[in-house]
């Protein structure tokens, strides 16, 4: 029973196309976060939702909107894909435990972008 | 903004041989995390550390926080096959982690 599940593993399309990357978590978290991976491994945070409501917004396109219909769920949709987007997303989830906020990584998403 | 970075960015090691990695944060930080991503996975938390100078082990790894919270050390003795992949720091920000730029760590048999 996978803790963060994220929906595909691999998107593979064209420049201009809009895509969505779904993320679920069956932990009972109440933070939920996007984190963009590129080719040199750098992990970069783009948003962060605490029950539902979105906390962070990095410096990210505005081509870039999350949604959280629910704390359990956090969507990432791109609208106008371009080369740089492609990249791994990470979603990831996490509990504040009195000061130890520990994050759980789903699998990934591998978005390539032609 | 604040910025963590790591040192080395790539090592190889023989199979046996010792491995440090460094992690410098430009800020003072509460805590600091350290997460492992094996190739072609998804990054695991292995530990935090809390308090200034404190030290942790899990066997052959060995975790430092420094005494100003503004740096941190990750040291695995005795490398195996299995320890290859990528380690990551990770300082606490409001609502967020900021990861360090990561070491990738490369285990010849």
């Known amino acids: 029973d996978t803790a963060v599940s994220q929906t595909p593993k691999y998107l593979v399309t064209q420049m201009g196309n809009d895509k969505s990357i779904k993320c679920e978590q069956n932990?009972?978290?109440?933070?939920m976060y996007w984190y963009k991976q590129d080719s040199k491994k750098f992990l970069k945070i783009m948003f962060s939702?605490?029950?539902?409501?979105?906390?962070i917004n990095e410096t990210v396109p505005n081509r870039f909107s999350p949604k959280s219909p629910d704390k359990a769920h956090l969507n990432l949709h791109i609208n106008s894909l371009e080369l740089g987007d492609s990249a791994v997303y990470f979603c990831?989830?996490?509990?504040?435990?009195?000061?130890?906020?520990?994050?759980?990584f789903g699998a990934g998403s591998r978005l390539t972008v032609l | 903004g604040q910025q963590v970075m790591q040192i080395p960015q790539y090592q190889h090691v023989q199979e046996g041989e010792d491995f440090t990695t460094y992690c410098n944060s430009s800020t003072t930080l509460s805590n600091i995390q350290w997460y492992k991503q094996r190739p072609g996975g998804h990054p695991v938390f292995l530990i935090q550390l809390v308090k200034s100078g404190e030290v942790k082990k899990q066997k052959r790894l060995t975790f430092q926080f420094g005494e100003a919270k503004k740096n941190s050390s990750l040291h695995i003795t005795a490398t195996q096959t299995t320890d290859v992949g990528t380690y990551f720091c990770?300082?606490?920000?409001?609502?967020?982690?900021?990861f360090g730029t990561g070491t990738r760590l490369k285990v010849l048999a």
């Open positions: 990831a989830s996490s509990q504040d435990l009195g000061g130890a906020n520990v994050l759980t």
């Open positions: 939702y605490n029950n539902k409501e979105l906390i």
């Open positions: 990770a300082g606490e920000g409001t609502y967020k982690y900021i």
């Open positions: 932990l009972g978290h109440d933070t």
